[in-house]
Nanobody
Framework: QLQAFGGGLVHAGDSLTLSCVAS????????MGWFREAPGKEREFVAA??????????LYGDFAKGRFTISREKGKNTVYLQMKSLRVEDTAVYYC?????????????????WGQGTQVTVSS
């Protein structure tokens, strides 16, 4: 089971950190990722990190580079997404996802499990 936390209403320029916990697992996932979905738009890749895979394997969507940071807390099946300098266009439901045995990166169909999403709203 995946649970995402930390969404909320913030102002443009603010920061926010999302958390995703993969509970009920005896084996850690290979990779974990964040995607987002804004009203009327398709699901968009945000960032991914290898969890039980090689250290340092990280990928960001173009809009996330320099503003967002994905990190993991080993042993707790938890991944974080630090978001800085938030913009109105970052408003979306943010979903976390896991791939058990491979690096899925930005490839959404490669993720087997998805969380329920957490709403991030950025006001001007």
């Amino acid at each position: 089971q995946l649970q995402a936390f930390g969404g909320g209403l913030v102002h443009a320029g603010d920061s926010l950190t999302l958390s995703c916990v993969a509970s009920g697992r005896t084996v850690s996932p290979y990779s974990m990722g964040w995607f987002r979905e804004a009203p009327g738009k398709e699901r968009e890749f945000v960032a991914a990190i290898s969890y039980s895979g090689p250290d340092g394997q990280i990928l960001y969507g173009d809009f996330a580079k320099g503003r967002f940071t994905i990190s993991r807390e080993k042993g707790k099946n938890t991944v974080y997404l630090q978001m800085k300098s938030l913009r109105v266009e970052d408003t979306a439901v943010y979903y976390c996802a896991t791939a058990s045995e491979w690096w899925s990166g930005s490839y959404a169909p490669g993720y087997e499990s998805w969380g329920q999403g957490t709403q991030v709203t950025v006001s001007s």
